[in-house]
């Protein structure tokens, strides 16, 4: 079976969704044949022709092409960083593909300007001139090769990110005209997400054999004709061999769990596609990060988990896997305890992504966040002191949220400042299915019929605008956060902080 992750979507690790789905197919006896488009698209648009040949900036980036696409193993200078990503990302868009259609495209996202991924309507254009997508000339000749080997007879086609979705499903057109007798399956958590809300997908099931919402490897098994024997262990074919991932250090990403055990928190979709929580046993899981790391000798374990569940954190500090881990984590009780950072950061915890949302205690309790904010200022401080660095993720404009709570989180960030080496700033979004809408005035998607988020009027007028003025005037103003938002990195934002907070000093 041929599994793609299709153009584009972040390229500094192999996709972790695909190798959780190798895995069970091989476990059940199914060849497999992981194709990562995210990456090979990407640095095939980088060695196009440029689109000007007066472009001298274009010019000088692309005779050093080679040496911009390769990181060097430490990140010792910010600024040398963030130039090197502006670089990779104006090898492609000053390629003649992308400049002269005007796509705005980056290692992470993409965005046609004449193409809407929220559209129904385009994206059946898309799957039906499959000729006419940016990545045609690389996937036709890719897909010929891959379906010269008979193996290579069922695809498993992820969609998990929108910016993949119209490449997706031109891939999927592709296959389609060009070789009727392949089968194909889609899933990915994009497509969990469009089934469970409430637009009408029933064009997807006329683009391929079958379509697939929720954990897919019971069900990309049996699509495959093979008896599901189980999750087996992630499997990473040749991706590392054969690809160059544009990151400083090679990452293993891991999923030790999927969905949220907490899955109580009112912005989040977890709570309101209702997913089912299911984790690889804690033992289980740390047997595969230790074998894994052996195997393919990571610089860095990336923990994929929606939230790492404290079973998991206890094990691995019973048995470390060996290299440095982050991933995602909920401020636990157990984190008051300086003794349990210290042993996390001893077990080579390099960075923890902590969602704190607001610095409102009232804003929290309405989230059902399930934390409180003396709670998470002690945690902070632990995890600092043990070595532990911290990206913490905020979010304005909830329906509980006033201007006044909005000066709180300030508050509360400028105060532990010290603690946190970089933040997520975000807006609310209001998911489409959430029954918090109710009793809102809400109703219209933003961009298109397939919208995983609605507009509503905030009760308390705290509206986008005035949130934007806020961010730039007063969030911004305050020095000890200008230094922590000026320290975010580009693109890869979260996936490469562990190695800067590895190289340079993030002393506030
Ligand atoms: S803990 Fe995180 S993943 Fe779980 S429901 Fe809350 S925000 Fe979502």
């Known amino acids: 079976m041929l599994l793609i992750h299709p153009p584009q979507a972040r390229n500094c690790e192999p996709p972790v969704a695909l190798a959780h789905l190798a895995g069970a197919l091989k476990a059940a006896g199914e060849p497999v044949t992981i194709l990562d488009g995210a990456l090979e698209g990407y640095i095939w648009l980088t060695g196009q022709p440029r689109f000007s040949e007066e472009d001298r900036q274009a010019a000088r980036v692309f005779r050093k092409r080679e040496k911009i696409l390769t990181f060097p193993s430490a990140i010792s200078s910010l600024d040398n960083y963030k130039r090197q990503v502006h670089e990779i990302k104006l090898l492609a868009s000053s390629s003649r593909p992308v400049a002269e259609r005007g796509i705005r495209l980056s290692p992470a996202d993409y965005d046609d300007p004449s193409l809407n991924p929220l559209s129904s309507d385009d994206l059946i254009k898309s799957w039906s001139n499959p000729e006419e997508n940016l990545y045609f000339p690389w996937f036709r000749e890719r897909l010929d090769s891959l379906f010269r080997d008979k193996e290579n007879h069922i695809v498993g086609l992820s969609l998990i990110y929108l910016s993949q979705a119209l490449t997706g499903l031109a891939i999927c057109g592709w296959i389609r005209k060009a070789f009727p007798h392949i089968r194909i399956q889609i899933g990915g958590g994009l497509i969990n997400s469009w089934l469970k809300g409430p637009s009408d997908t029933s064009f997807l099931f006329s683009m391929a054999d079958d379509v697939y919402g929720g954990k897919g490897e019971e069900a990309v098994v049996r699509f495959a004709g093979r008896t599901y024997k189980g999750s087996g262990r992630p499997w990473y074919g040749d991706l590392y061999d054969e690809n160059s991932y544009l990151t400083p250090g090679r990452i293993l990403p891991y999923s030790g769990s999927r969905g949220c055990s907490w899955k109580r928190c009112t912005f989040c979709s977890e709570k309101w596609e209702d997913n089912p929580y299911c984790e690889t046993g804690a033992a289980a899981a740390v047997d595969d990060l230790i074998s894994l790391s052996e195997q393919h000798s990571p610089a860095l374990i990336h923990l994929c988990d929606s939230e790492i569940s404290p079973l998991l954190m206890d094990e691995i500090v019973r048995r470390p896997p060996g290299p440095r881990w982050y991933g995602f984590s909920r401020f636990l009780p157990a984190m008051t305890d300086k003794a349990f950072c210290r042993n996390l950061a001893g077990s080579g915890c390099r960075m923890l992504c902590l969602g704190l949302e607001s610095g409102d205690q009232q804003v929290l309790n309405s989230l059902k966040k399930g934390i409180r904010l003396d709670m998470v200022s002690i945690i902070l401080e632990n995890l600092k002191e043990a070595g532990i660095s911290t990206f913490v993720y905020i979010m304005f404009g909830t329906p509980a949220e006033r201007r006044d709570s909005a000066e709180r989180t300030k508050d509360f960030v400028a105060a532990y400042s010290s603690y946190i080496d970089f933040l997520n700033v ?65 693109v890869f934002t979260s996936n490469h902080a562990p190695f800067l907070a590895e190289s340079v000093s993030l002393e506030n």
Do not use: C, Q
């Open 426 to 490: 975000s807006i609310f979004n209001m998911p489409v299915n959430s029954e918090e809408a109710e009793g809102l005035e809400s109703g219209f998607f933003y961009d298109g019929d397939l919208s995983l988020y609605r507009e509503f009027a905030h009760p308390g007028g705290w509206n986008r605008v005035n949130i934007r003025n806020f961010l730039t005037k007063d969030f911004r103003s305050i020095r000890e956060i200008r230094t922590i938002l000026n320290r975010n990195l580009p």
